[in-house]
């Protein structure tokens, strides 16, 4: 996984041309951006969904809405600037495609990856409390989803943000998740198709995985001061307590159940692992038969 930021606002770019528009029904089928309401944790957008998909509202229009615009006229921007610093060039700009055994799963992609056959999106983002994890998370069903349809395992989150900043994120396709996504489109499309009143699935997506690369210092935080003393106060115990533990275990005779003495009492399980626990001590330490 890996993740680059650089500035909108210097070197040489490629020559920039038009996306190519899309003219499928997305009544027909379920889209990329359709798996994010049917994921989500909504139920207005979803029930609207709902009802578009049956034809019986007109979808939104996003005509007047900047944010959506401006993702828009940047889509081609940001994906000739993916392939000026990454090297890699997309192909398959805006196809549309269909998943090979469910034809009510589809999308109409953002792109290709020619060397590596990830697949491409696209995003604007407000720099306001942006962060990668947030990123993620938001386009995670998205990405799975258009994974599957595209039968690839990677993806790339090209993002331009309103701060002039360019992040990419490589995501992997998620078998557990995509497991519930196949699940809880069938379920809303079987809605669709029954007209019954679909429920919210409400699964968390898959935290991205960041690749560990900062050495950080801790020595303002209080709360690290405090376990790191525990840590190295209690290190020589722990291993004492590892050590006795050890020795108790051979000390324990084989054909014993169970063997106690000197307020510790040791068990062994059907399975032959011993375990042990406290015992309260009696006054003059009495045996027991």
């Known amino acids: ?54 034809g019986e509202e007109a979808p939104l229009d996003l005509s007047d809405v900047l944010v959506v615009q401006l993702g828009v006229v940047t889509e081609s921007l940001n994906r000739r600037w993916y392939e000026f610093n990454s090297g890699n060039r997309v192909s398959e700009v805006q196809r549309h495609a269909v998943h090979r055994t469910m034809p009510w799963m589809a999308a109409t992609l953002g792109g290709l990856v020619k060397e590596t056959g990830a697949v491409f999106e696209a995003k604007f ?6 962060s990668e994890e947030a990123a993620a998370e938001k386009y995670m069903a998205q990405l799975q989803h258009n994974m599957l349809v595209a039968g690839t395992k990677k993806s790339i989150l090209s ?29 809303f499309w079987r809605a669709v198709k029954t007209g019954e009143t679909p429920a919210l699935f409400d699964c968390e997506p898959p935290k991205r995985r960041i690749e560990a690369v900062r ?42 159940k169970e063997a106690r003495g000197h307020g510790i009492r040791a068990k062994r399980s059907k399975s032959g692992a011993i375990s042990f626990d406290l015992l309260a001590m009696e006054a003059g330490h009495a045996s027991f038969q």
């Open 1 to 54: 996984m890996t993740n680059n930021t650089n500035s909108v606002n210097g070197g040489a770019l490629p020559s920039i041309g038009p996306a190519s528009p899309t003219t499928r029904d997305r009544r027909h089928f379920i889209g990329g951006s359709d798996a994010r309401i049917i994921m989500g944790k909504d139920e207005k957008p979803l029930l609207r969904l709902w009802r578009e998909k049956r």
């Open 125 to 130: 983002m407000l720099p306001w409390s942006f």
């Open 159 to 187: 993002i331009i943000t309103g701060g002039g900043k360019w992040i990419e994120l490589s995501i992997e396709a998620d078998p557990i998740y995509q497991t519930i996504l196949i699940a809880a489109e069938k379920a």
């Open 215 to 256: 050495v950080v210092d801790m020595n303002a935080s209080n709360s690290w001061a405090e376990f790191a003393s525990l840590f190295c106060a209690t290190r020589q115990a722990h291993a004492d307590h590892e050590r006795a533990r050890s020795e108790l275990k051979a000390l324990m005779p084989e054909d014993a």
